[in-house]
């Protein structure tokens, strides 16, 4: 079992940074990957960031690779997400997933599937 616990979030203004972390206990995979998901009211959960063991990361799109950035903590079984430049469109609950970094996922990291936890989420509202 693996328990995570996201936390960073919080209401701040367009232009504003935060950084969100993602803190795994219990038994986390030997090569594991993390991404961060995220979920607006009426919309489904959509891949924002992933990132395994060794430090292989994916991005959602381009646009959003120039303001997020994944990083990682292994000592501290810890995920960052640093958004920069926080829009009003960013606004969601933020969620991280923890699974395996098998071939499957280097295939399929933006889908929800091959995530075996996660997160209660950490809610981000970003004010015009």
Do not use: M
Not at 40 to 67: C, D, M, Q
Not at 93 to 121: I, L, N
């Amino acid at each position: 079992q693996v328990q995570l616990e996201e936390s960073g979030g919080g209401l701040v203004q367009a232009g504003d940074a935060l950084r969100l972390s993602c803190t795994a206990s219990g038994q986390p995979f030997s090569s594991w990957a993390t991404g961060w998901f995220r979920q607006v009211p009426g919309r489904a959960r959509e891949f924002v960031s992933a990132i395994t063991w060794n430090g292989v990361t994916k991005y959602s799109t381009n646009s959003l690779k120039g303001r997020f950035t994944i990083s990682k903590d292994n000592a501290k079984n810890t995920v960052y997400l640093q958004i920069n430049s926080l829009k009003p469109e960013d606004t969601a609950v933020y969620y991280c997933a923890h699974g395996r970094a098998t071939p499957d996922f280097y295939v399929d990291f933006r889908q929800e599937g091959p995530y075996d936890y996660w997160g209660q989420g950490t809610q981000v509202t970003v004010s015009a």
